[in-house]
C-alpha cells in the first residue's frame, strides 16, 4: 500500500466518522425540528379547522336564536299565531325543514312539511330535555339520523320563558350535509382522519363509524386508550393507531358546541420532510467528503511527487557519497601498505646500524691495538682505510633512505590533506542531509540520525588527522637530525680516510693517528647508536602513523557503511 494510500485512509476514516456522527445528530435535530413545525403546523390547521366549523354553525344557531326571540316573552296567546310564525320560517328557509316548538302541555307546532309519529312526546326526547336544562342557553343534540331524510342532523334547543316561568322550547333540525363536505374539505391529505367527537365520546361525524357508536367501544375497545387521550389531552399531539397505521392526532375543542374536532395524519408522511431532510445531508456530507478526501487526495500526492523529487537528490548525493567512500576506502588500503613498506625498511635499517655500531667496535679495537702493534698497523691500514669506505657507503645509504623516507612523509601529507577534504565534504553532505530530514517531519527521524552519525565519524577522521599531522611534524623533525648527525658521521669518516692515505707521510705520529682513530670510532659509535636510536623512534612513530590509517580506513569503511544505509533510506522514501 503506498504512502499516498496510507494517508488519506488514516485521514478518510476520521473524517468519515466525524461526517457519520454529524448526519446523525443532524438527522435527529431536524427529525425534532421537524416533529416540532408540523405538531405546530396541525395545531394551526386544526384551530382554523375548528373555528370554520363553528362558523359553519354559526347560520342554525342564530335561526334558533331568531325564533327564541320572537317568543322571548313566552308563546303567543293563541296557538294559531304561534304555529304562523313557524310556518313562515319554514318558508323564508325552505331549505330547511326542521322549525318546530312545543309548550310545556306537550302542544306542538311545526312547520308544514315536518311530520311528526302519532303519540310523539316532546318532553321525552333529547332536545327538549337538554333546552331546560340550559334554563335559556342554546342545546346542541347528538347527531341521530332523520327519519324522514335518513339524512344526519343535529338538533339545535332554546327554552322559552314567559314571567320568567318555562313557557316550552323553540328547536331547528339543522342538517349535517353541509357539515360533512367541510369537514372532509378540512384534511390536508387524502389519508389524513378528519371527523368530530362528541365529549362522551361518540361518533358526532366520521367517515366509517355512525353517531350510535363511540370510540371507546368500538371494536371491542380497540381504540379505548386512544379516546381517552384524545378527550383528555387538549391541544396536545397525541400518538396511536387506527386502521392498523399509526397516526399523530390532535382534538381540539368546539367552545360553542362542547364537541371536539380531531385531526390525523400518518406518521410515514409526517416522517416523509424528515426523510428526505435526512437524505439530503447524507448526501450533501457525501458529497462533502468526497470532495475533501479528493482535495487531501491531491495536496498528498502533489507531497509525495516533492518529496520523491527530493528523495531521488538524496538518493543522488547518497551514491556519489558512496563511491566516494569506496575510493577514500582503497587509497587508505593502499596508503596503509606503502606504511607498512616504509615500517619494514626502516626495521631493516635498525639493523643495519645496530650492524655498524658492532663494526665500528671493531674498528676501534683495532685502532688500540694499532696503537700497541705498529708493525701489524701498516697492514691492517689497507683493511681500515677500505672498511671505512663502506662505512662511508653505507652511511652515505642511510642519508639517501632517510631523504627517501622524508619523501614519502611529503606523500603522506598529501594522503591526509586529501582524507581531511574528503571528511569535510562528509560533514557538508551529513549536515544537508539533518536540513533535508528536519523538513521531512517524523518520516526524515530516522534519515536525521544517519546523517548525524555520519557527521561524527567525519568530525572523528579530522581530528585523526590532525594527530597524524602532528606526528609527521615529529617525523620530520626527527629525521632532519639524523641526517645531520649522518653527515657529521660522514665527514668523520671522510677524515680517517684523508688521514689512513696520509699514513706514509706521517708514519712516525702513526701511533697518535691510531689514537686519534680510536677516538674517532669511539664517537662514531655514539653518533651511530644515536642514529639506531632515531631510527628506533622513527619506527615507533610510523608504526603509529600505520594504526592511524588502519583506524581511518575503518572509519572509511563505517561512512560507507552508513551512505549504504542512507542510500536505502533514500530509496524508501522515493517508494
Known amino acids: 500500500m503506498t504512502f499516498v494510500k496510507k494517508s488519506l485512509i488514516m485521514i478518510g476514516v476520521p473524517v468519515a466518522l466525524f461526517f457519520i456522527l454529524t448526519t446523525i445528530i443532524a438527522t435527529t435535530f431536524v427529525s425534532r425540528f421537524s416533529g416540532r413545525e408540523v405538531s405546530a403546523l396541525m395545531q394551526t390547521h386544526t384551530a382554523k379547522c375548528v373555528l370554520e366549523l363553528e362558523n359553519e354553525l354559526i347560520a342554525p344557531m342564530k335561526m334558533t336564536e331568531a325564533i327564541a326571540w320572537v317568543f322571548k ?4 296567546k293563541s296557538d294559531a299565531d304561534t304555529e304562523k310564525v313557524f310556518v313562515n320560517m319554514s318558508l323564508a328557509y325552505p331549505e330547511f325543514s326542521g322549525f318546530y316548538g312545543c309548550r310545556t302541555n306537550k302542544t306542538m307546532f311545526t312547520s308544514p312539511n315536518l311530520v311528526l309519529p302519532a303519540g310523539y312526546d316532546p318532553s321525552t326526547r333529547g332536545w327538549y330535555k ?34 320568567g316561568v318555562l313557557d316550552g322550547v323553540v328547536a331547528f333540525d339543522y342538517p349535517l350535509t ?12 387524502e389519508s389524513d382522519k378528519s371527523f ?10 366520521h367517515e366509517k363509524y355512525t353517531p350510535d357508536e363511540d370510540i371507546f367501544t368500538i371494536e371491542n375497545g380497540k381504540y379505548k386508550e386512544l379516546g381517552e387521550k384524545l378527550l383528555s389531552e387538549h391541544d ?11 397516526y399523530r392526532f390532535i382534538a381540539m375543542p368546539m367552545k360553542t358546541t362542547g364537541w371536539y374536532y380531531v385531526l390525523g395524519k400518518l406518521e410515514s408522511e409526517v416522517n416523509a420532510n424528515t426523510r428526505r431532510t435526512s437524505r439530503l445531508l447524507a448526501i450533501a456530507f457525501f458529497l462533502l467528503f468526497s470532495v475533501i478526501m479528493t482535495i487531501t487526495g491531491l495536496i498528498m500526492k502533489n507531497m509525495r511527487t516533492k518529496e520523491a523529487r527530493v528523495s531521488e537528490q538524496l538518493f543522488a548525493e547518497t551514491q556519489s557519497l558512496v563511491v566516494s567512500s569506496k575510493e577514500n576506502a582503497a587509497t587508505a588500503q593502499n596508503q596503509s601498505t606503502a606504511v607498512k613498506e616504509i615500517v619494514a625498511t626502516m626495521e631493516d635499517n635498525t639493523a643495519l646500524s645496530e650492524d655498524i655500531s658492532q663494526k665500528i667496535k671493531d674498528v676501534s679495537g683495532v685502532a688500540s691495538k694499532t696503537s700497541v702493534d705498529v708493525a701489524e698497523g701498516v697492514s691492517y691500514l689497507e683493511e681500515n682505510v677500505r672498511q671505512l669506505h663502506d662505512i662511508a657507503l653505507a652511511n652515505q645509504t642511510t642519508i639517501d633512505g632517510i631523504k627517501m623516507l622524508g619523501d614519502k612523509i611529503e606523500n603522506i601529507w598529501d594522503i591526509v590533506t586529501l582524507i581531511n577534504s574528503v571528511a569535510d565534504q ?10 533535508e530530514a528536519s523538513s521531512a517531519g517524523e518520516a526524515g527521524r530516522n534519515f536525521h540520525i544517519v546523517a548525524t552519525e555520519i557527521r561524527r565519524l567525519a568530525d572523528g577522521i579530522i581530528d585523526g588527522t590532525k594527530e597524524i599531522k602532528e606526528r609527521i611534524n615529529e617525523i620530520q623533525e626527527s629525521s632532519d637530525s639524523l641526517i645531520l648527525t649522518s653527515e657529521s658521521g660522514t665527514e668523520k669518516i671522510k677524515a680517517g680516510v684523508d688521514n689512513a692515505k696520509n699514513l706514509e707521510d706521517r708514519f712516525g705520529s702513526i701511533k697518535n693517528a691510531s689514537e ?6 669511539g664517537d ?8 639506531t636510536f632515531a631510527s628506533e623512534q622513527i619506527l615507533i612513530t610510523l608504526r603509529q602513523i600505520a594504526s592511524g590509517v588502519e583506524k581511518f580506513t575503518a572509519a572509511t569503511g563505517s561512512i560507507s557503511t552508513a551512505s549504504e544505509n542512507l542510500k536505502s533510506i533514500a530509496e524508501d522514501l522515493s517508494c
Do not use: C, H, P, W
Request: net charge negative.
Open 73 to 76: 316573552d313566552g308563546y303567543f
Open 130 to 163: 337538554g333546552a331546560v336544562q340550559r334554563e335559556g342557553g342554546m342545546f346542541y343534540s347528538d347527531v341521530y339520523v332523520d327519519a324522514s331524510t335518513a339524512d344526519l342532523v343535529v338538533t339545535f334547543s332554546q327554552a322559552v320563558y314567559k314571567n
Open 178 to 189: 353541509d357539515l360533512l363536505r367541510l369537514l372532509s374539505s378540512l384534511k390536508t391529505a
Open 196 to 205: 368530530i367527537l362528541s365529549s362522551e365520546g361518540k361518533f358526532f361525524m
Open 236 to 246: 396536545g399531539i397525541i400518538r396511536g393507531k387506527m386502521d392498523g397505521k399509526n
Open 426 to 435: 562528509a560533514k557538508i553532505i551529513a549536515f544537508n542531509a539533518e536540513l
Open 516 to 521: 686519534i682513530t680510536a677516538e674517532s670510532a
Open 524 to 531: 662514531i659509535t655514539t653518533i651511530i647508536q644515536q642514529q
